[in-house]
């Protein structure tokens, strides 16, 4: 648990004047779930650009997955996975033409595509579907597949940007059950959200505001500190205080 | 290599599940062939024209039917007198009516001088131009042939014309390579824009970006199929004109396909330039249409001679590419000039075509950062 896949010191981030990143020092483990919280325009996004090979830092030490972020851009993406909230699959493509697409870009080997394709449609029981296109899928299932394809090339960290938006509760459980499974075969998860019951499940959460990072702890230990009983009061208390 | 293949891949098949980008790629490109082939040909052939012969003679009677019978006209019908002509014209199938006067025959042989009127429906002044045009010509002809060599001490100058490059005046020679212009212009750059702000809009591009394939080969994925897309239309227009026109290349095939591959990059590289300025799809639409379809129709030479345009649509035209490869296309295609003629034009369009992905190389990386 103890070995560092992001590792973050004095990062600074800023479009002409504006500070986006003021001074950002953290660390994740391996295999652990980290939770970046913050209202919007804190300056979530663009953390998660910096750490996923999309724009450079303006200062600080970046290292992810143990590659600069200055330098080895290129290296950092064939380490990471990332899905978004807006959906990352083709919905004029077939389950499988989309798996076979991200595999491909990810440079894998077809052979392994097809294994790790037959392995995930019988794990989320999923054969039906296989050449059904995803726009006939409903909703829950379009962002169980979404994740299982970011995570397809095993990368070391997946960063999820808002993943549940817009999804029933039950569903957003099964997800995250599905984040635990993959957490625990040692696979980051970077994940922001709004919704703080969500939050409660991070092993470490964040919470940003005004480009700072105000609180970086386990939800108990925060829960604790602010003397609340959810994260939803803690991140109220510090957000608009 | 493999990764691009794959992106490459996919493209294709986003085009062929939609039925309406294949219509819009093949089905309107051979339809405008079709429609500004046929329809709006500005050729005369079977114009309504009515008759009213106050003099009934032989003179009139063989001059009218030298009219009738040249295969421009078709006889509507025939009038007693004036009153019926804007009756006539009223009914709609009347394009023209044409006047002897009284005693035609007579005068002309008599004093060698008579008048026959020519009145056109002026509500369509383009057919109205034409028919007048063609009936002097007739008439002329009639009259030098009347006169025949016995009035040979009388001087005259008979000039003769001849129409070089394309001897019928046919108008699909002018409308041709005016809709491989359009139609080039207007897939190319509203497919690619259209195409590349889908990905934008739907969430794809941001997970493309994080992905290990490079910017240049996301773009150039998207634009691959589109290029061979877009070469196969030109092929399918050429041979549609062919076939159905008989209009034929007189240059050199092989660069007038590579002169429509440089063209076609262009417009690619303008599609590519216009996704880098649109945030969603209908903008995308919106100033491919709007900005393109427009000021190539009127500007570009297509259909209104740039000669005779005041000063000032003559700079606008300026930088609009179309009308530079409309110099080309029909150099090629009509004339049979080879690239002496025409390298100006296609060093034009070849730095357009860098200034376009150059601007949007810029653009890019701004929206990056």
Sequence with gaps: MNKKVIYVKNLVKKFDSFVANDNLSFEVSEGEIFGFLGANGAGKTTTIRILSGLSKPTSGEVKVAGFDAYTQAEQIKKNIGYMCQKFSLYEDLTVKENIVLYGGIYGMKKSLIKERLSDLLEKLHFQEYENRMISDLPLGLRQKLAFSVAVLHEPKIVFLDEPTGGVDPITRRQFWETIYETASRGITIFVTTHYMDEAEYCDRISIMNEGKIVALDTPEMLKKQYNVSSVEEVFIKIARP | ?369
């Excluded at chain 2, 005016?178 to 190319?188: N, R």
């Design chain 2, 1 to 369: 290599m493999k990764r691009f293949l794959g992106f490459v891949k996919k493209e294709f098949l986003h085009i062929f599940r939609d039925y309406r980008t294949l219509f819009i790629l093949f089905g309107i490109p051979a339809a405008q062939i079709l429609i500004f082939g046929y329809a709006v040909s500005t050729d005369i052939r079977n114009a309504g024209v009515a008759v009213l012969d106050l003099s009934h003679d032989e003179v009139t009677t063989k001059l009218t039917d030298k009219i009738m019978s040249s295969g421009f006209f078709k006889r509507t019908e025939t009038l007693l007198n004036y009153n019926d002509i804007d009756k006539v014209f009223k009914k709609g199938k009347t394009k023209a009516v044409i006047v002897f006067e009284e005693g035609f025959g007579k005068k002309l042989i008599n004093e060698g001088k008579a008048s026959l009127s020519i009145i056109a429906d002026g509500s369509e002044p383009n057919t109205a131009t034409l028919i007048t045009n063609y009936t002097t010509a007739i008439v002329n002809d009639f009259t030098t042939d009347l006169a025949g060599p016995s009035r040979n001490n009388s001087l005259r100058i008979s000039p003769e014309v001849k129409m070089f490059y394309n001897p019928g005046l046919k108008s699909h020679y002018m409308f041709v390579p005016g809709v491989v212009t359009l139609i080039l212009i207007l897939i190319c750059a509203l497919m690619t824009s259209v195409t590349i702000t889908r990905e934008k809009e739907f969430g794809t591009m941001e997970v493309l970006l994080v992905s290990p394939l490079r910017p240049i080969q996301i773009i150039l994925g998207k634009v691959t199929p589109y290029f061979i897309l877009s070469f196969i239309n030109v092929l399918l227009i050429l041979g549609l004109s062919w076939l159905v026109f008989g209009l034929p290349v007189k240059g050199s095939i092989i660069l007038l396909l590579a002169e429509c591959m440089l063209y076609i990059l262009m417009s690619l590289s303008l599609g590519i330039l216009i996704s880098t300025v649109s945030d969603n799809m209908q903008q995308a639409i919106f100033i491919s249409l709007i900005g393109l379809m427009l000021p190539t129709v009127l500007l570009s030479g297509f259909i209104f001679p740039i000669e005779n345009m005041p000063k000032i649509y003559d700079y606008v035209s300026s930088i609009l590419p179309p009308r530079y490869f409309i110099v080309i296309i029909k150099n090629i295609m009509i004339k049979g000039t080879g690239i002496m003629y025409i390298w100006k034009e296609t060093l034009i369009l070849i730095i357009m075509t860098l200034v376009f992905i150059g601007l949007s190389v810029r653009k890019f990386k701004i929206r990056l950062e």
